[in-house]
């Protein structure tokens, strides 16, 4: 009787081991199957994340593109571009802020009192400036502002050949397009002083020049009165500024040389007055 019972007693033993050892050997196997689980399925995560990811930076370099090509596209005709002379039917008023003859250190500190105001511009680069300046070239763009043509030297008198004009103008398109991209494609053009024709002055035969080399070249109706002499007074200039302030439209002639520190002072001002007389902002194209 007592063989029988130790007999027992050992299978009992013998069954209990086995069923802890295939515990065990279950929980190792199932533990083992849920590492790799979890190990394909973290790869499958980061290839799909990573694919995401790829996916939402080519979007985004494609929505750049889009949006540079868009900006800077003309949409005018060439010749004369005049658009306070365009009759609004939206019931807006808007000022196109312009700034001539940059870039230059006075640039950045322009760029960053836009930026405080969310204001866009347009800046008309001459094209020496910009060789020695391509990162403020790059950064007016990367902060969303129009860059247009304002000749390669600004040296012209009016008294050389049409051709030697466009010549000059050609070589800062040239520069602008070297910086900003293939996209590039703008044709707006400043004529260094305004393209008015004055007593003493025949512009005609240069206007005839530039718009049959495709450029749409736009003036101002309204100005700080910074282009007078360097560093006049900022009450002068804001003065300056409400004489002519009057239409639906205005583009706004200002400057961002070394020289036009005022012209930096008075910008905040300039903005503030032109919103208290209900206009909103835009670019040239």
């Known amino acids: 009787m007592n063989k029988y019972e130790d007999r027992i007693r050992k299978n009992r033993i013998i069954k209990r081991r086995n069923s802890i050892i295939i515990g065990i050997l279950f929980l190792c196997i199932f533990g083992w199957a849920f590492f790799i689980g979890t190990k394909v399925a973290s790869k499958k995560h980061a290839v799909v994340t990573a694919s995401n990811k790829i996916e939402q ?11 540079m090509k868009e900006r ?21 008023k808007v000022a196109y802020l312009t ?28 094209g020496q400036n910009a060789e020695r300046n ?15 043509n304002h000749t390669y030297s600004h040296e ?9 004009f466009v010549d000059d103008i050609n070589r800062c398109d040239t520069v602008i397009k070297s910086i ?12 260094p002083g ?17 718009t049959k080399a495709g450029y749409h070249y736009v003036d101002w109706n309204d100005w700080i009165g910074d282009a007078m002499r360097n560093n006049v007074p900022v009450d002068v200039l804001l003065n300056e500024l409400r004489k002519y302030s009057n239409d639906n439209t205005v583009v706004v002639l200002m400057h961002d040389a070394a020289a036009k520190g005022t012209t930096v002072q008075a910008l905040p001002e300039v903005i503030q007055y032109l919103k208290s007389k209900g206009y ?5 194209n």
Do not use: C
């Open 57 to 67: 930076q080519k979007s985004a370099e494609k929505k750049q593109q889009d949006e």
């Open 156 to 164: 012209l008198r009016y008294r050389e050949d049409p051709s030697v």
């Open 99 to 126: 700034f001539d003859d940059g870039p230059s250190p006075n640039t950045l500190k322009i760029l960053a009192i836009l930026k405080q105001n969310n204001i866009k511009a347009t800046f008309f680069l001459i």
């Open 134 to 148: 391509k990162d403020l070239v790059k950064e007016e763009v990367k902060e969303g502002h129009v860059v247009g």
């Open 180 to 191: 900003v991209g293939k996209d590039y494609n703008l044709k707006l053009l400043r004529f």
């Open 72 to 92: 800077f596209t003309t949409k005018q005709p060439a010749g004369a571009y005049m658009p306070w002379k365009t009759k609004r039917t939206d019931g807006k």
């Open 194 to 210: 305004g393209s008015f024709n004055t007593r003493h002055l025949n512009l005609d035969p240069f206007k005839d020049a530039v």
């Open 280 to 284: 909103t902002f835009e670019t040239l």
